[in-house]
């Protein structure tokens, strides 16, 4: 036998709403507390970051200031080197009286000096054939342009004086030919003259009947301080050292 409800769908449909909102309410409470479960972890979470960031802030401040003292102190240290080697560059001509010591200090009283002439060249190959590379002007310009004051100029006497060498052309008489040699050879052996060389050699009679010899000699000085091939520094011995 069935039962029959003559009750209205409408009024089973709410009590059966009624029965499902305890479930609801659970839930809803249990999807709240995870809420609040997860916004506690999070705030714990944020504090314990916080805390940390304030701990490690000072550490880093002071590890940025150290940076930029160490760029700054970097950037004086390039600046001073590139004055330190313009300096050094600007007195790299040796000095016309070192020059002439070393020739009169082993010169023999048999030879008499006549002339000294001490003039600047350009090497002989350099002269007689120069291959230059095609330059951008721009590009040459803006690296110039980019470069420390010190660094520029310094370049700029580079292309102009590197090129260059120092030459020693003496003139003079002498007795005997052995004399001169020993001379050049002594010279040629010193730190100051990459070579000497005997340019000409004629011998002569004055109207006394005595004979003498006529030189002439050509002697290359070595470059000086900054220049490829020049000095290095000071040894302890006070000599320059190449």
């Not at 006497?157 to 007795?175: E, H, Q, Y």
């Amino acid at each position: 036998m069935n039962d029959i409800d003559f009750l209205p769908i409408e009024y089973r449909q709410r009590r059966e709403q009624r029965q499902s909102q305890p479930w609801q309410i659970v839930a809803a409470a249990a999807i709240v507390g995870l809420v609040v479960a997860a916004a506690a972890a999070q705030h714990f979470h944020r504090h314990t970051i916080e805390k940390e960031l304030a701990a490690i802030t000072p550490v880093h401040e002071a590890a940025v200031k150290l940076q930029i003292r160490l760029g700054e102190t970097r950037k004086r240290l390039d600046e001073a080197k590139s004055k330190a080697e313009l300096y050094t560059y600007l007195r790299h001509p040796w000095p016309r009286t070192q020059i002439l010591a070393t020739l009169v200090e082993s010169l023999p009283k048999e030879i008499t000096l006549e002339q000294v002439q001490v003039s600047r060249q350009p090497p002989v190959a350099a002269a007689a054939v120069e291959v230059r590379k095609p330059v951008d002007k721009n590009a040459e310009a803006q690296r110039l342009k980019s470069l420390a004051p010190a660094d520029r100029d310094l370049l700029k006497l580079r292309g102009s004086i590197d090129p260059m060498r120092t030459v020693v052309v003496l003139t003079g008489a002498v007795a005997e030919s052995s004399v001169l040699h020993r001379y050049l050879g002594d010279l040629d052996a010193r730190e100051l003259f990459e070579k000497a060389e005997l340019d000409c050699l004629t011998g002569v009679e004055n109207g006394h009947g005595v004979k003498s010899i006529e030189f002439r000699a050509v002697l290359t000085v070595q470059p000086g301080y900054g220049q490829p091939g020049g000095p290095k520094g000071i040894a302890k011995n006070g000599k320059t050292t190449p």
